[in-house]
């Protein structure tokens, strides 16, 4: 059987993992994860199968908490792989959101088809402002619910800083709103990474780690999902991927990761992509 640990729940300070068979030590793993400091508590229920962490995010990234963790889970299955995977929550697009959409068809017609109509510039500005009061509004229900805003609300820096510099608003508004919306026509359920571990070292004992992305079966409509990302990255700087997020944490560390049980001095991480 496959060894996978699910992300099934985050908020600041808490996050929530589901494994794929039960714990064989419990006890035993929790003393692994928690060797590094700023773990506060780990409750294991065997019900659910799912163990409760809670963290100072000052003291230790949540990805540096999710490896450890799935290390720990791989050593007790043998060094077995382990894929780490979390869902996309699918939503529906808010009516602010489908108004900005049609703002911007209308607004590209007109440019399109009556280049010099008067009504050009205030449609372009429409769309502009009911672009940014959706985003606002996305970001606002993912604080509500979660405690935290989607990255996609940074593509409204992109918006800002156009508006600011003056010129035709409806490219920034469009791709804006794509950055933002593009992810509800995907198919796509999710994400995750695959490691792959082996022990290595004489005298110094040391745990060496794969990361690979999982692939991933995508449609047409996922494009919009990939053009979101791959905007997001080189407009605002933000990665929206566990694979992305591992190899930055690797980057805040001066060599390699705090190794995990008495005899093991550090986790080397290897990026296959």
Do not use: C
């Not at 068979?21 to 060797?35: A, C, G, N, R």
């Not at 110094?204 to 991933?216: P, R, T």
């Amino acid at each position: 059987m496959e060894l996978s640990i699910h992300i099934s729940h985050i908020l600041p300070g808490r996050v929530r993992f589901r494994f794929s068979q039960p714990l064989q030590d419990s006890k035993k793993l929790k003393l692994h994860v928690m060797e590094h400091e700023g773990i506060d508590k780990m409750l294991y229920s065997p019900v659910t199968n799912s163990m409760l962490v809670k963290f100072n995010e000052r003291d230790v990234d949540l990805q540096e908490i999710m490896i450890r963790t799935a290390l720990a889970f791989s050593i007790e299955n043998h060094l077995k792989p382990v894929h780490i995977t979390r869902k996309t929550e699918r939503q529906f697009i808010t009516l602010k959101g489908i108004v900005a959409g049609l703002n911007i068809i209308a607004s590209g017609a007109i440019t399109l088809f009556l280049p010099r109509s008067p009504f050009q510039k205030s449609l372009n500005l429409l769309s502009a402002v009911t672009t940014a009061a959706a985003v606002l509004e996305h970001a606002g229900y993912d604080y509500r619910k979660k405690g935290s805003v989607d990255p996609e609300v940074f593509s409204l820096v992109f918006l800002a800083n156009r508006t600011v510099a003056g010129g035709n608003l409806l490219f920034p508004s469009a791709l804006t709103w794509l950055a933002t919306f593009g992810r509800h026509f995907s198919s796509l359920e999710g994400e995750g990474i695959l490691l792959e571990i082996r022990r290595t070292g004489g005298k110094e004992q040391n745990f060496e780690v794969n990361v690979s992305k999982l692939d991933a079966k995508a449609g047409y409509a996922d494009l919009l999902n990939v053009f979101a990302e791959k905007f997001l990255s080189s407009e605002t700087g933000f990665d929206n991927t566990i694979f992305e997020k591992s190899k930055k944490l690797l980057k805040s560390h001066e060599t390699n990761l705090e190794g995990i049980g008495e005899k093991v001095n550090r986790i080397i991480l290897n990026f296959n992509q």
